[in-house]
């Protein structure tokens, strides 16, 4: 999705496919394109960086904004590097690799900074933005990878969609993933392929494997590996079973998921054990966390550290409080805070996760929890009808922002001080002005880069309730 200011881009101005001109970039997209006005059409341009002055193509034409491709660049930025990334132009995994690291970390609290001056009125002069927070070594540091899996000309290949089509791009060894991911997907590769095992076709939805999930866990290097199939029966289960004891020992956990659903989302509704554990046992600093196949966590292990400090942060507890952790999933930023809460309660929808999220939170020894399946914007209500009011509420929602009955719930409710942690700076900005006109203020904005190389960025905002 672009994000284009209102009243930016002058309809006027026609462009058509094919059309070259000069461009200088004035910044960066949402997305990690560069950015630059043409007679004041926006044109974005995926590769270009901010300063550069390049001659651009136009790929695909628009009234409000137009795409465009390089066709030369004229004056090339001393931020530009060569991609390590042999396939970074074909996989769109990656869309900053082209960038030297630290002009990545300023160009993602700068797109903080954009959507927060389109979507709020808060004058840029009362925003405090900090730098993002970085990694010092910004490589391999996914502990999650789904590769989704086809056969060509009798060859299994697994790997990521090309962005905007349906090639599959074969990856061998991914430079964010973990390496240990790397290695298990290409063996259960081999292992498919070695076996004759049916490969899912997704065109005629017909075969059995469909994608390979790993998730590794950095404190002890064990694997958990979940073939997503498409058929209730895990082809050749026994000689399979064998074979990834044999050449994969680091896998402790092997789990088969269902999904039999026409979708390009990933996960059925169905997991079973195959072999091994049924969880993942994961650790961040002092607090251990139980994680199912389908339970969400954090992709970035050594900066949700950074990430979650910061939510301890902008909580500022004393010890008394009594702290809702909204979207807790395995409930891994409360139990981050709760050594400084009176009591912590959180929900979420999947139920294996608040399963995990009870179990972590008896494991930790945290005094006072309770976690129930179910939504944010159903249970607090509930709650404060019980007599139980929240003085901190810490969300960390999807990309879609909060549920507006959240939104709404929080309003009514009006916790002292609200973290909100997020992975899209546009839906957190206009979450912000909903619960600006609410009563709270922002009190800091604090960019934390979790995916090093990718237009991301995730914030947190404290968000403070005015008198």
């Given at each position: 999705?672009?994000?284009?200011?209102?009243?930016?881009?002058?309809?006027?101005?026609?462009?058509?496919?094919g059309q070259?001109?000069p461009l200088?970039?004035?910044?960066?997209?949402i997305?990690g394109?560069?950015?630059?006005?043409?007679?004041?059409?926006v044109?974005?341009?995926?590769g270009?960086?901010?300063g550069e002055?390049?001659?651009?193509?136009?790929?695909?034409?628009?009234?409000?904004?137009?795409?465009?491709?390089?066709?030369k660049i004229?004056?090339s930025?001393?931020?530009r590097?060569?991609?390590p990334?042999?396939?970074?132009?074909?996989c769109?995994?990656?869309?900053?690799?082209?960038?030297?690291?630290?002009?990545?970390?300023r160009?993602?609290?700068d797109?903080?900074?954009?959507?927060?001056?389109?979507?709020t009125?808060?004058?840029?002069?009362?925003?405090t933005?900090?730098?993002?927070k970085?990694?010092?070594?910004p490589?391999?540091y996914?502990?999650?990878?789904?590769m989704?899996?086809?056969?060509t000309?009798?060859?299994?290949?697994a790997?990521?969609?090309?962005?905007?089509?349906h090639?599959?791009?074969?990856l061998?060894?991914?430079?964010?993933?973990?390496k240990?991911?790397?290695?298990?997907?290409?063996?259960?590769k081999?292992?498919?392929?070695?076996?004759?095992i049916s490969?899912?076709?997704e065109?005629?939805h017909?075969?059995?494997?469909?994608t390979?999930?790993?998730?590794v866990?950095?404190?002890?290097g064990d694997?958990q590996?979940?073939?997503?199939?498409?058929?209730?029966?895990?082809?050749?289960r026994?000689?399979?079973?064998?074979?990834?004891?044999?050449?994969l020992?680091?896998?402790?956990?092997?789990?088969?998921?269902?999904?039999?659903?026409?979708?390009s989302?990933?996960?059925?509704?169905?997991t079973?054990?195959?072999s091994?554990?049924?969880?993942?046992?994961?650790?961040?600093?002092?607090?251990?966390?139980?994680?199912?196949?389908r339970a969400?966590?954090?992709?970035?292990?050594?900066q949700?550290?950074?990430?979650?400090?910061?939510a301890?942060?902008?909580?500022?507890l004393?010890?008394?409080e009594?702290?809702?952790?909204a979207?807790?999933?395995?409930g891994?930023?409360?139990?981050?805070?709760?050594?400084q809460?009176?009591?912590?309660?959180?929900?979420?929808?999947?139920?294996?996760?608040?399963e995990?999220?009870?179990?972590?939170?008896?494991?930790?020894?945290?005094q006072?929890?309770?976690y129930?399946?179910?939504?944010?914007?159903e249970?607090?209500?509930?709650?404060v009808k019980?007599?139980?009011?929240?003085?901190v509420v810490?969300?960390d929602?999807?990309?879609?922002?909060?549920?507006?009955?959240?939104?709404?719930?929080l309003?009514q409710?009006?916790?002292s001080?609200?973290?909100?942690v997020?992975c899209?700076p546009?839906t957190?900005?206009?979450?912000v002005?909903?619960l600006?006109?609410?009563?709270?203020?922002v009190a800091?904005?604090?960019?934390?880069?979790?995916?090093p190389w990718?237009?991301?960025?995730?914030?947190?905002t404290?968000?403070?309730?005015?008198n």
């Amino acid at each position: 999705m672009k994000s284009v200011k209102q009243g930016s881009s002058d309809p006027k101005t026609k462009v058509e496919v094919g059309q070259q001109f000069p461009l200088t970039i004035k910044r960066l997209g949402i997305n990690g394109e560069g950015v630059g006005y043409y007679k004041r059409h926006v044109v974005f341009v995926p590769g270009a960086i901010p300063g550069e002055e390049i001659v651009a193509k136009v790929t695909q034409a628009g009234e409000r904004f137009s795409e465009a491709s390089i066709k030369k660049i004229r004056k090339s930025s001393p931020e530009r590097i060569t991609p390590p990334c042999p396939i970074y132009d074909q996989c769109g995994g990656c869309q900053l690799q082209h960038m030297e690291y630290a002009a990545t970390l300023r160009e993602k609290a700068d797109i903080v900074r954009q959507a927060f001056e389109r979507y709020t009125t808060i004058k840029q002069e009362a925003l405090t933005i900090q730098q993002t927070k970085g990694m010092q070594d910004p490589w391999y540091y996914r502990n999650k990878s789904q590769m989704q899996v086809n056969k060509t000309k009798g060859v299994v290949h697994a790997g990521l969609y090309a962005e905007k089509s349906h090639k599959l791009i074969d990856l061998s060894a991914c430079m964010v993933q973990h390496k240990r991911s790397n290695h298990v997907t290409q063996v259960m590769k081999q292992i498919l392929q070695d076996l004759n095992i049916s490969i899912y076709n997704e065109r005629k939805h017909r075969g059995a494997i469909r994608t390979i999930v790993t998730r590794v866990s950095f404190k002890t290097g064990d694997v958990q590996l979940v073939l997503v199939t498409a058929e209730e029966t895990l082809p050749k289960r026994k000689q399979m079973m064998e074979e990834v004891k044999k050449r994969l020992p680091e896998v402790t956990s092997f789990m088969q998921n269902i999904n039999d659903q026409k979708t390009s989302i990933i996960f059925g509704d169905r997991t079973s054990l195959v072999s091994g554990e049924e969880t993942l046992e994961e650790t961040l600093g002092d607090v251990s966390f139980s994680l199912s196949a389908r339970a969400f966590f954090q992709l970035n292990p050594e900066q949700t550290v950074v990430l979650y400090d910061e939510a301890k942060k902008a909580a500022k507890l004393t010890g008394k409080e009594k702290l809702v952790d909204a979207y807790c999933g395995v409930g891994t930023i409360g139990l981050w805070l709760a050594d400084q809460a009176a009591e912590i309660r959180g929900m979420d929808v999947i139920p294996d996760a608040i399963e995990n999220a009870r179990a972590n939170a008896a494991n930790n020894q945290v005094q006072a929890y309770e976690y129930e399946v179910g939504k944010a914007e159903e249970w607090l209500p509930e709650w404060v009808k019980q007599g139980w009011t929240p003085d901190v509420v810490v969300v960390d929602p999807p990309r879609t922002g909060c549920d507006q009955k959240l939104l709404t719930t929080l309003k009514q409710t009006k916790p002292s001080r609200i973290v909100y942690v997020s992975c899209n700076p546009s839906t957190l900005a206009k979450d912000v002005e909903q619960l600006r006109a609410a009563g709270y203020k922002v009190a800091n904005i604090q960019p934390v880069d979790m995916f090093p190389w990718t237009a991301q960025v995730e914030c947190v905002t404290e968000l403070v309730k005015e008198n």
